[in-house]
């Protein structure tokens, strides 16, 4: 069995969004939201990146990476650690490469892509007063 459960495919497929933290060399930290993360198999995420420079530069310094999904639903969410390759060929690059250019043309001569090798993943849960607090009119 993977590392890839059904309820993280179910969040993944549900919010579309991750957030992607890498670091430099350095160990200066950077965040970005990834709209396109996606599951490409039990063990395996990957995402379209447009013209994020400082990701993309970490990732080639450190390919250590964590991603943060959290389904907005019911507040839980899961960090994904692993093994980030930069892709700039091949069947996985090719393949959202094309599911990009039929989305915006473009943009498709700036992206790059992200293959993330998961090896580890822990459930996150908000305690109930953050469900609250999150919930009150501001």
Do not use: C
Request: charged share 20%.
């Amino acid at each position: 069995m993977g590392k890839i459960t059904r309820e993280i495919k179910n969040i993944i497929h549900e919010e579309h969004l991750g957030f992607v933290a890498t670091a430099s060399l350095e160990g200066v930290p950077n965040v970005s939201p990834k709209g396109s993360i996606r599951v490409w198999d039990d063990d395996t995420l990957i995402f379209i990146d447009i013209a994020s420079v400082h990701t993309r530069q970490n990732l080639l310094e450190n390919p250590h990476v964590s991603v943060n999904i959290l389904s907005f639903k019911n507040y839980v969410g899961y960090q994904i650690q692993g093994q980030a390759e930069v892709l700039g060929h091949g069947f996985i690059y090719d393949s959202l490469v094309s599911e990009m250019n039929k989305i915006e043309p473009k943009l498709s001569e700036q992206i790059f892509v992200v293959k993330i090798s998961v090896e580890q993943v822990q459930k996150q849960t908000a305690p109930p007063l953050v469900k609250k607090l999150s919930r009150q009119p501001s």
